[in-house]
């Protein structure tokens, strides 16, 4: 069974660091590029950064670039964020390229991990 | 930055009825990069249509997608209790331009 299990969510107080995971099982990981998306109330879905199947691409939303990193190894996708803001709230997903290529649209999503961003 | 709209914000409907929403571009859109997804309540979302007009792996034929340029349309032919949800479109193929409606729930 293909599956993405998302976690590192947490409760982080403004200007700090979370790092997030995603880990796949069911298929093979390196062959797929991956993306990391996610969702507020106000905003809805908000795609945050993408990573090719070899880490040759690498893509992030303006409102993270310099902030966030997207990485992989082995069966696990991450995400580093920093000096994390009150907006950066969310619940994050992440989401696999269909056929690897990440032209593609994004056929299976993980459950979430909520980001709260408070003092 | 391409925009997508979607309308109605809110579809009240009742099972058997029909489904048709709507998603509205910024500029024209080539239909190889349109998809939509169903979000149920505390899980990810699942993708339903890619390209405008194919079905994914697994979703049954009563959901359905056409359109082109600026004007998308995703119809649901008979709602099935399980389809109450929200649903968005998403631009994609263009990384980092890959952007998703506000959405529409579809409500009992």
């Known amino acids: 069974q293909v599956r993405l299990v998302e976690s590192g969510g947490g409760v982080v107080q403004p200007g700090r660091s979370l790092a997030l995971s995603c880990t796949a099982s069911?298929?093979?990981?390196?062959?797929?590029?991956m993306h990391w998306v996610r969702r507020t109330p106000g905003r809805g879905l908000e795609w945050v950064a993408a990573?090719?199947?070899?880490?040759?691409e690498k893509f992030y939303a303006d409102s993270v670039k310099g902030r966030f990193t997207i990485s992989r190894d082995q069966n696990t996708l991450y995400l580093q964020m920093k000096s994390l803001r009150t907006d950066d709230a969310a619940v994050y997903y992440c989401?696999?390229?269909?056929?690897?290529?990440?032209?593609?649209?994004?056929?299976?999503w993980g459950q979430g991990t909520m980001v709260t961003v408070s003092s | 930055e391409i925009v997508l709209t979607q309308s109605p914000g809110t579809l009240s409907l009742s099972p058997g009825e029909r489904a048709t929403l709507s998603c509205r571009a910024s500029?024209?859109?080539?239909?190889?990069?349109l998809a939509w997804y169903q979000q149920q309540p505390g899980q990810g979302p699942r993708l339903l249509i890619y390209?405008?007009?194919s079905r994914a792996t697994g979703i049954p034929d009563r959901f359905s997608g056409r359109g082109s340029g600026i004007d998308f349309t995703l119809t649901i032919s008979r709602l099935e209790p399980e389809d109450f949800a929200v649903y968005y479109c998403?631009?994609?193929?263009?990384?980092?331009?890959?952007?998703f409606g506000p959405g529409t729930k579809v409500e009992i």
């Open positions: 989401a696999r390229a269909w056929s690897g290529d990440l032209k593609n649209a994004f056929d299976i």
């Open positions: 069911g298929y093979t990981f390196s062959n797929s590029g």
């Open positions: 990573i090719s199947h070899d880490e040759n």
């Open positions: 500029q024209s859109i080539s239909t190889s990069y």
């Open positions: 390209a405008t007009s």
């Open positions: 998403q631009h994609y193929g263009s990384a980092p331009l890959i952007t």
